[in-house]
């Protein structure tokens, strides 16, 4: 039954941290239209982060948008963390 916990565990780790991805890359694209939107919905992601890493990592683009290291930062740890849950509820198998 923890294994299935875990499984859970891990999705919505895998889950959250393609989010953050498609997030990081939804704030490269030049949208004028929808940009009040993207600050909007940036500054409600950052909110969430630790507060080390809010604000890390952002670099202007030619294109007047924004690339969000902080987002990557985070889906990597979160991914990192997926994994070692992964590993750990693993059983071990003989070789």
Do not use: H
Not at 21 to 44: E, H, K, N, T, Y
Not at 70 to 91: M, Q, S
């Amino acid at each position: 039954m923890p294994s299935r916990m875990a499984e859970r565990v891990s999705l919505a780790l895998r889950v959250c941290a393609c989010v953050l991805l498609g997030l990081a890359v939804f704030m490269l694209v030049p949208l004028p239209q929808l940009r009040g939107a993207q600050i909007d919905l940036a500054l409600a992601v950052t909110s969430l982060e630790p507060d080390a890493l809010a604000g890390l990592l952002v670099v202007a683009t030619p294109l007047g948008t924004a690339f969000r290291g902080d987002f990557v930062l985070c889906a990597a740890a979160l991914y990192l963390i997926d994994w070692c849950v992964g590993r750990a509820c693993t059983p071990n198998r003989m070789r």
